[in-house]
């Protein structure tokens, strides 16, 4: 790890009894967080954390809360003594829809969301922007629009459509961390789902490939007494089961059997690429993870993740037209909540069937999501000719980019989550997932100076004008969380602070290497 550390904090080896107090003001261009409760390689414990502002890395970290005295005059340097310092969250799943459809979001609002949450890395989704993810030339027209425009750092994914599996290769070489691919429609023209053909197809391209290929995991299995969205306009006996305004019609449209049947449509594709890291995106019916557990202990190389939402909401619920809640796969009742809790706090973490927790932040305008004016403090928009409240022609699609963490911790409160929980799940494992690991997600010498300050009490609720991302739709605004970030810090500069908000000017970068890992 030497090699790491820039001449100008030689004089800061790790481990080291006591730091040099000498020189200028901040003459080795060095920063400083300290705090009694630290989350480092699995365990609290109290730490001072320098990192360097020429090369953005943690340089060095003493197992102890050592002062301003201990480091030359003019060093910035903060104890947040008794807060929790984290390593920034990695939200491994995030639309951020620019270019084409900024009105939805952007790099800018998106991001500044994140840096709210302690998020300091999100991995962008090919969709919905216009055009998706889904060449080199598209992904250089995103590239385009995020310069100047980042927060906090972001990463992208490539997108599987039909008929792209020979662009595949050359975005992992153009740096994409993945690619996602739908096996139902994914709700936009541009992104159509792909067929058994198709992945396979993509299992081919990518065999040999550093990434991971992930799946939108629903599928109308061959007898079904549902179609999904179109329920709303099928004809006996796949009509609908109830009024199209309340939740469980909605829910009862897209059962636990749409997972189960993609799920085990994946695994059987599995041996055609044996080696390629494969991923499942938001699950939410518990009835999936039977087949995920057995497939990882047969040594398939499989991984999943949940969301906030499938965590903290339950079906039970939601009022009638909330659409806010709308998303895909539905969030179930529960006690079903309750299986995904047990999962990932199961201590058998080498066969858990979900390894990590995002967001799958999937914002839109209002006059899309169709929210009745009860719910969305204004008037109600204009839905050329659609009913307001409506489940099925309502956009699928919860936000909450920079709410993870207080969710989660509120919810985790009733289930026993510790805080080092919180980072394998939100930190070390989603930076894993984008091949990030040893860079994002942990607080290690070498690593991104990347930092989350967490006060673990305090307590406060949601506000519609308090939310960062552009649209101000969720489903938790009026919910009392505890836990709250007071600051985020991405390659050792604060980028944002409670009282003082977003700081400076976007500094994030964009991460555009090829993956190696």
């Not at 497939?295 to 949940?306: L, M």
């Amino acid at each position: 790890m030497a090699r790491n550390i820039p001449p100008q904090a030689a004089a800061y080896p790790t481990p080291a009894p006591s730091p040099p107090n000498h020189g200028s003001t901040n003459s080795l261009n060095i920063t400083v967080l300290a705090s009694s409760r630290t989350v480092i390689s699995g365990a609290i414990k109290p730490a001072t954390i320098v990192i360097s502002l020429s090369t953005g890395k943690i340089v060095s970290i003493f197992d102890t809360v050592l002062t301003t005295a201990d480091f030359p005059q003019g060093t910035p340097y903060k104890d947040h003594s008794p807060n929790f310092i984290l390593p920034g969250l990695v939200d491994a799943h995030v639309h951020l829809n620019e270019p084409g459809r900024t009105e939805w979001e952007g790099f800018w609002t998106g991001t500044r969301a994140a840096a709210f949450g302690g998020v300091t890395t999100v991995i962008d989704m090919p969709l919905n922007a216009i055009p998706p993810t889904t060449t080199v030339a598209n992904f250089k027209e995103k590239i385009e629009a995020a310069q100047g425009k980042c927060w906090v750092d972001v990463g992208f994914y490539g997108g599987v459509i039909p008929g792209n599996s020979g662009h595949l290769k050359d975005l992992v070489k153009a740096g994409v961390r993945g690619f996602k691919g739908f096996l139902i429609d994914s709700g936009v023209d541009e992104f159509p789902a792909v067929s058994s053909v198709d992945v396979t197809k993509a299992m081919e391209a990518l065999k040999n490939s550093k990434t991971t290929l992930m799946f939108h995991a629903e599928m109308l299995p061959p007898i079904t007494s549902s179609v999904g969205d179109s329920v709303q306009t099928s004809q006996p006996p796949l009509h609908p089961s109830g009024p199209l305004a309340v939740y469980s019609t909605f829910e009862n449209s897209r059962p636990p059997s749409f997972e189960t049947y993609a799920i085990a449509e994946i695994l059987a594709l599995s041996t055609i690429a044996p080696n390629l890291p494969l991923h499942i995106v938001h699950v939410s019916a518990t009835e999936a993870l039977p087949l995920l557990r057995s497939a990882r202990a047969s040594g398939i190389k499989v991984t999943a993740e949940t969301c906030f939402h499938y965590l903290a909401l339950a079906a039970e619920d939601v009022a009638d037209g909330d659409t806010r809640h709308k998303c895909c796969p539905p969030i179930r009742g529960k006690s079903n909540r309750d299986g995904l809790w047990a999962e990932i706090l199961n201590a058998d973490e080498s066969f858990n069937a979900i390894q990590t927790i995002v967001s799958d932040h999937s914002p839109c305008t209002p006059d899309i999501k169709l929210l009745p004016p009860e719910f969305a403090c204004a008037e109600a928009p204009a839905t050329k000719g659609k009913k307001l409240g409506n489940f099925f022609e309502a956009w699928g699609g919860v936000s909450s980019v920079g709410l993870g963490l207080p969710i989660l911790w509120t919810e985790g409160a009733k289930h026993g989550l510790k805080i080092e929980d919180v980072v394998r799940l939100c930190c070390v494992n989603t930076a894993k997932q984008v091949g990030l690991q040893g860079r994002k997600g942990e607080i290690r010498v070498g690593a991104d100076g990347d930092i989350c300050v967490f006060d673990p009490e305090a307590e406060w609720v949601v506000e519609r004008l308090a939310l960062l991302f552009r649209n101000k739709m969720s489903p938790y605004e009026g919910k009392k969380l505890t836990g709250m970030v007071k600051e985020t810090w991405v390659g050792g500069r604060q980028v944002f602070g409670r009282d003082e908000g977003c700081l400076g000017k976007p500094a994030g970068t964009l991460i555009l290497d090829e993956r190696t890992i």
